[in-house]
């Protein structure tokens, strides 16, 4: 298995023009393109349809290539987008291609693995159940990647269903109970469920831990590794697992840190490092031209306080709080990788513990 | 000379509750409080009005204290802030106090200086007769701090008046003309001509280059110290000059460094390590609670782009250009100094070269 | 009993120039004001701090006048402020006054009660016992305004206590429970309770219908009249109560109307034509210039659809939905009675059916 | 020659299902479609990608149905949108059909005629040479709606170039001088020549009267029936023009009026009448299900204020002042047409005096 990491700038979001070069001249081979994670200029709340719109692009423009219509790219290749370049985050994609060639030298080398899980019921979301069904794919997605020890594990991102007016009325027609009725506040749940998914299968929480009370509310219990995102249009889970794997031929390593709080520029120091870049205080820039992609999570802090000093965040009226979180993150993340078409979005329930964040880099050997 | 700096924090625009505090346990005298400069969480915008409640609020604090009307206290203290704390950034005041104790040992110590202008006429907004009267005001300022070297300057803080309708109707009735006719559009004339006043005072630019078509357009020429805004309230320029003297007792030294751009760690240190705090890096907990304040600009970059990545800062019709950059370059100055309360406002004209801004660092010896 | 109303704009939060000049020329004696409701041009979110800078300004203005402290004004006169002044909507001030002068005729005129509850403990926020605590203070604001029935009252402004961090930590230190931990999620508890008390003092509702699950959930249960609000900073509820009463010598008649939702420009006229306002279609110059005091509630449909048609105020991540539902109202009511300055707030739980809301007018005779 | 209109709701930006839906069933003829002119639920400003992506989506529809590439089905059809539904307004599309079936009655009927002008240099944006351009084009249109009298045009929807980084660097290494070097400056303009470009080709102002002076400039210079707006995606200007022609056997007939400020309930009822449809104060139920379009623009006051009341849309930094304004006018036209599936878009230079604004209405006969 080799990896392929590609980043590409977009000028607007329906810009596709830099994987259509690189289609063009044959640095990437469509059929090879199995997921794209990227950044859109949207607000990243609910009406934010950039996300839509650059999916829709992309879609044409492989479809094209490949040949089929667009609906059918959307079945074989993962797309997951945040909205939101607050302060200096630059809008972007990162393409990732799988192909069987190269021969694997044993050393970890960037793995890649994809699972979906089955359809998750209104009346299983953000409970038990979906926790169990997330640790199964997990599990599968583990598989497909070739990695053996958990710890090889850097970056889960997993996105599923959260309850919409109509899920919550099928399950009302089916005399099937909710965990909440409340479609945005069932985003706490749903994230956190498939968090609590990714924790069970790699280990980081035991099964007897998860109960329906813990969900959304324990937050001792957490993954260090996932970032997960719920959304309506969705019924199933989507597993990307990235991690290292000695049977990998890719040119790439993955390592991943935790942000303890919004401006922890040590953490993210430590997430190159766990790459396998060796620098110190900031990278210079032959050390910066190697970190591809960087994935971050971004979040206000709980008690509305950094380091001791309040911050506005939960209570602007004018800015949603994970607008701020993003511009904050993002630039302290991009004063030491020196780039920023870094990948930050929010929402981190049972994602590292309270307060903090995950964050993963994927370095060229 | 002394200069007391006192950073208090605010739970809200009306909180004055931490200087209270501190005159109350004889810790400030508010006879010899001189300045506030200070950030509220409001929007930065013109219709940001917590900066007047919150100079509201301290002038009735004070002015209970001395036992003078508000508007007394307004006319013996420099009241400085700045809206919009976007990310970490949080609402608080650095109150300045200046007194005659102590002994000056002849090392370099903070100093400070504080000179009012005559009336500016609209018609002389954003003219080089605002640019000459800004640097013999300047020149007072200096001479107050009993600072011979402009070197050892680092910081000058000037507000003045930009052009209202009402002082654009004013200029009409004399058959004066103004520099502009849209108020909004008069902001970089001021704050530029202000900038470009610093400057012909501390020698950075000569009066020959001084001439009327190079104000708000010639970024060549600039001051690397000066912070400048302009205010509708206004009709004279008042200037906080801060810097190093052999003649002062203060606890405190000031430096000053140059932000290349919005991630420009690097530009932080510079100016910590100007001040004389001695770290690699980033400063540990011991060195970091040495900072006292840290005052900058931030503003977007003029070619929409750092270090080659767009940013979306500038076509965002829903969050001002200078919300985002504040955002940003807080976040990056907080990771260093480990302190959220920090100053950081918008408006660059003429403020150090085209895309960067300046950043000053108190710390305590 | 007469009751004066003024209506004063304000240039911006801190402009109490009208008043004074009433003040001033003699037509308004300060210590006959009773009553302040007004709009503040902020965004009406958590951090609007424009209500709590207008309060003070008036504050210091009449306290200077009567020889009071500041904190004594707050403690005679009542202040309601609702933050935004969406659209078209003026930023004002409508003041009362109340005398003993005059003989009332015995015609149904203009009268007013005012009165406080005892405190409502964290624990009884959003409870039965707010319900029939507000009943109570509604029955003796009923008596000070000389109503005996209750179809005379026409417009009930009460402001009480939410949740807050504060509240809730003291509630669980005394081991009681509140009836939710979220702050901003009391808000619809803290609102429906209040108007719930209104209802049940003024016989809308019957005492066995009053449960604690049906406040912030049974919709079918209201007041035509009654118009709340929720705010930290209180730890009481404030009743001013509006009616016409035949004891009462004023120059004004007050009536209401319900708005079925955010475009219903029939019940901006029933509201003015049950004031005692005579016109067919349009008010004409001479019949608006009669209208002095307009109130109204907006919200958005529950439905999201008006007429049959989506509206996208509760899916927009930039401008919250009260803002939306504002800008909507405000505009159709000044498009009848020909003058923006109109207090529209948000937040209709238990005022009017579901999706109505209530709106009040006042007409001079 | 018959135009067909059809008002079809948008769930969301990508949602072209009830078109889709017509298709179907044989109600539209895919090939007749000449132009759609609709409202998308985005923020209305540099950022709002709604537009973009709802064209795709009906091109792509279209081009299904008709077997062509989405980007001829842009060469064929013309497509205006205005992104910012406030308020009560609701996304939605109005798809014109033009057919030769049926026999003109003579009765005056809704016509329509489409024209577009040659390529505008940028040198030539906001100039004399565009409005001359603009007129020719507009005559254009003229004879293919086979309108004799310009009194029977009553909507003139024209969008065109603005200036662009990438224009203003094409003129400056032609030699050739911009009207403006800022692009966002260059709107007013750009709709404003476009705007008397149409009242020349009208006879409401004369050639003579057009000099470069009066370009954005003299508002006494305007148009009654333009609605215009520009784009940094046309290097050409499209007219769209519609009115009333005895050759015409649509069902339907248009008529137009003058807002005289935000909240003229009067203009909106003129211009329902001028379309014929006959009602007192506020159609009824039948009446207004007749109303098939409206299409208004809204503008902030020049002065500030409406009707002596001052409003706070253009101080206001968090909401830009056109969405205000569209929220208001949107409202107060639904409060009368009952409908909010209304076009309301923003920008009036020389369309209407001052402060006024163009409103068009489609009626069923």
């Not at 009346?123 to 640790?135: H, M």
């Not at 069970?200 to 996932?226: H, K, N, W, Y």
């Not at 430590?270 to 050390?287: H, M, R």
């Not at 965040?313 to 078409?341: K, Q, W």
Request: hydrophobic share 45%; aromatic share 4%; proline share 4%.
């Amino acid at each position: 298995m080799k990896i392929g990491v590609w980043k590409v700038a977009m000028a607007n979001p329906s810009d596709v023009s830099e994987l259509a070069g690189l289609i063009d001249k044959g640095a990437v081979n469509p059929a090879e393109i199995v997921a794209l994670i990227g950044k859109t200029e949207g607000n990243g709340g609910a009406n934010d349809f950039t996300r839509g719109y650059a999916t829709l692009c992309y879609q044409l423009l492989i479809g094209r290539h490949l040949g089929l219509p667009q609906e059918e790219v959307g079945k074989r290749i993962a797309f997951v987008w945040s909205g939101g370049t607050e302060g200096v985050l630059s809008p972007h994609a990162t393409i990732f291609t799988r192909s069987s060639e190269g021969f694997a030298d044993g050393t970890l080398r960037l793995a890649m693995g994809m699972a979906i899980s089955r359809k998750i019921a209104p009346e299983e979301v953000g409970t038990v159940a979906q926790v169990k069904e997330v640790a199964a794919t997990v599990r599968r997605a583990l598989a497909e990647a070739a990695i053996a020890d958990g710890a090889d594990v850097h970056y889960v991102q997993v996105k599923g269903p959260l309850l919409t007016p109509a899920s919550i009325s099928d399950a009302d027609a089916r005399g099937a109970v909710t965990v909440t009725r409340d479609p945005n506040g069932s985003k706490p749940y749903a994230r956190g469920a498939m968090a609590l998914g990714v924790a069970l299968a790699l280990g980081e929480v035991s099964e007897d831990q998860i109960t329906a009370d813990v969900i959304a509310r324990d937050m001792a219990l957490f993954t260090s590794v996932a970032s997960t995102s719920a959304g309506g249009e969705l019924s199933d889970c989507e597993v990307l697992l990235f991690g290292n794997s000695p049977s990998s031929a890719s040119d790439f390593r993955i390592g991943h840190g935790i942000l303890k709080d919004a401006i922890d520029a040590d953490g993210v120091r430590a997430a190159l490092q766990s790459a396998g870049l060796v620098f110190e205080g900031t990278p210079n820039a032959e050390q910066a031209g190697r970190i591809v992609s960087v994935f971050a999570k971004a979040e206000a802090s709980p008690t509305g306080r950094i380091r001791g000093r309040r911050n506005t965040m939960l209570s602007d009226a004018d800015i949603n709080y994970e607008r701020h979180a993003r511009a904050a993150v993002g630039a302290v993340i991009a004063s030491i990788t020196l780039d920023p078409a870094i990948f930050v979005s929010g929402g981190t329930e049972h994602q590292c513990g309270p307060g903090e964040a995950p964050i993963a880099a994927i370095v060229r050997i």
